[in-house]
């Protein structure tokens, strides 16, 4: 991580107003966030969230496109090659935390080709079931949930959007901790996962709390429990795993995240003045971002490169302590 700091974030720093100025007329087209997943995900409502206030900032129109496939690798592969410009990347805990972990070999560098603009948005995963499963085996509460799952093992289907993505690995770890077993059925993306859910043809899963809000409020998913180490503004009433679930689950509390990146190459005053009006526009959001379940970044770009360091090396303590096979 200290490429990073050095090429960019120690300018941050200093001279922000004067390394903005330095090139006035920049951006002079629109400018376009990379979205590594397909429509409809959080990470797209996230990114399309940011657009409107950061284009107002920037006085330029901010596209959004999606480059979905090989777990993200392809959309990050296009912005680090990207030379124009104006192409930046909507990283998220999958791109920048657990790739790093799970892929034997890259076709991007996770610290080298990214230049860090600032952390979007984060919000933590949710368990939800589906409401008539939960009325016929009694589940209203984790507990509820831990009862039968130990007195039918394997009974319960918990979906997810993909192996090795942080529901499947937040599912892996609660079978760990609670002693416990859940037939795990991993999707192509969360969407349909969720569809599985609500239609009954799956149990439960760990959806991300933007996600799976609407459907919580529509009735057509019960909520257990946040895996945050605190209870969501969001959903206030909502307990966290920790509280819910007893001793067992005390120490699981994780969180998904959304973070704007630049190319590595991106001319320091465009990455300043892109760092500037990225804050700005989240200070504006945080009412917009606790409506969808999430909580709007803060802090500076180091912070974010602090951050993604962290995330990597927690992840892969989870991976080895679930025992997952690293091998895509």
Same mark, same amino acid.
């Given at each position: 991580?200290?490429?990073?700091?050095?090429?960019?974030?120690?300018?941050?720093?200093?001279?922000?107003?004067?390394?903005?100025?330095?090139?006035?007329?920049?951006?002079?087209?629109?400018?376009?966030?990379?979205?590594?997943?397909?429509?409809?995900?959080?990470?797209?409502?996230?990114?399309?969230?940011?657009?409107?206030?950061?284009?107002?900032?920037?006085?330029?129109?901010?596209?959004?496109?999606?480059?979905?496939?090989?777990?993200?690798?392809?959309?990050?592969?296009?912005?680090?090659?990207?030379?124009?410009?104006?192409?930046?990347?909507?990283?998220?805990?999958?791109?920048?935390?657990?790739?790093?972990?799970?892929?034997?070999?890259?076709?991007?560098?996770?610290?080298?080709? %990214?230049?860090?603009? &600032?952390?979007?948005? #984060?919000? @933590?995963?949710? +368990?939800?079931?589906?409401?008539?499963? *939960? !009325? /016929?085996?009694?589940?209203?509460?984790?507990?509820?949930?831990?009862?039968?799952?130990?007195?039918?093992?394997?009974?319960?289907?918990?979906?997810?959007?993909?192996?090795?993505?942080?529901?499947?690995?937040?599912?892996?770890?609660?079978?760990?901790?609670?002693?416990?077993?859940?037939?795990?059925?991993?999707?192509?993306?969360?969407?349909?996962?969720?569809?599985?859910?609500?239609?009954?043809?799956?149990?439960?899963?760990?959806?991300?709390?933007?996600?799976?809000?609407?459907?919580?409020?529509?009735?057509?998913?019960?909520?257990?429990?946040?895996?945050?180490?605190?209870?969501?503004?969001?959903?206030?009433?909502?307990?966290?795993?920790?509280?819910?679930?007893?001793?067992?689950?005390?120490?699981?509390?994780?969180?998904?995240? %959304?973070?704007?990146? &630049?190319?590595?190459? #991106?001319? @320091?005053?465009? +990455?300043?003045?892109?760092?500037?009006? *990225? !804050? /700005?526009?989240?200070?504006?959001?945080?009412?917009?971002?606790?409506?969808?379940?999430?909580?709007?970044?803060?802090?500076?770009?180091?912070?974010?490169?602090?951050?993604?360091?962290?995330?990597?090396?927690?992840?892969?303590?989870?991976?080895?302590?679930?025992?997952?096979?690293?091998?895509?």
């Amino acid at each position: 991580m200290n490429r990073l700091p050095r090429r960019h974030l120690l300018l941050a720093g200093a001279g922000l107003a004067a390394g903005v100025c330095a090139q006035p007329g920049w951006p002079q087209r629109p400018l376009r966030i990379i979205v590594p997943y397909g429509p409809g995900g959080t990470t797209d409502l996230i990114t399309r969230a940011l657009t409107p206030e950061l284009q107002r900032q920037l006085g330029q129109p901010v596209q959004v496109e999606h480059r979905p496939g090989a777990e993200g690798n392809l959309g990050c592969v296009e912005v680090a090659r990207a030379t124009d410009g104006h192409t930046l990347l909507m990283g998220t805990v999958g791109t920048h935390a657990l790739n790093p972990v799970l892929a034997r070999r890259l076709p991007y560098d996770p610290v080298g080709d %990214f230049a860090p603009v &600032a952390l979007v948005a #984060q919000a @933590p995963l949710v +368990l939800v079931i589906n409401p008539a499963v *939960a !009325a /016929a085996l009694g589940i209203r509460h984790v507990a509820d949930l831990l009862r039968v799952a130990r007195a039918q093992p394997g009974r319960l289907n918990l979906a997810s959007g993909g192996s090795a993505t942080s529901g499947h690995l937040c599912g892996e770890l609660f079978k760990k901790l609670t002693q416990t077993e859940l037939r795990h059925f991993p999707y192509r993306s969360g969407a349909p996962a969720q569809q599985d859910v609500i239609a009954g043809n799956m149990d439960l899963m760990f959806d991300t709390l933007p996600a799976a809000l609407p459907q919580m409020r529509a009735g057509r998913l019960l909520a257990l429990a946040v895996s945050s180490a605190q209870r969501s503004p969001s959903v206030p009433d909502l307990p966290t795993l920790g509280q819910a679930g007893g001793p067992a689950l005390q120490g699981l509390a994780v969180q998904t995240w %959304f973070g704007l990146l &630049a190319p590595d190459h #991106q001319p @320091p005053e465009q +990455l300043l003045r892109l760092q500037r009006d *990225a !804050a /700005a526009a989240l200070v504006r959001l945080r009412p917009a971002f606790a409506a969808l379940g999430a909580q709007a970044g803060s802090g500076s770009p180091a912070d974010f490169a602090t951050l993604m360091a962290t995330e990597t090396l927690r992840w892969a303590a989870i991976v080895k302590q679930v025992g997952l096979k690293v091998d895509r």
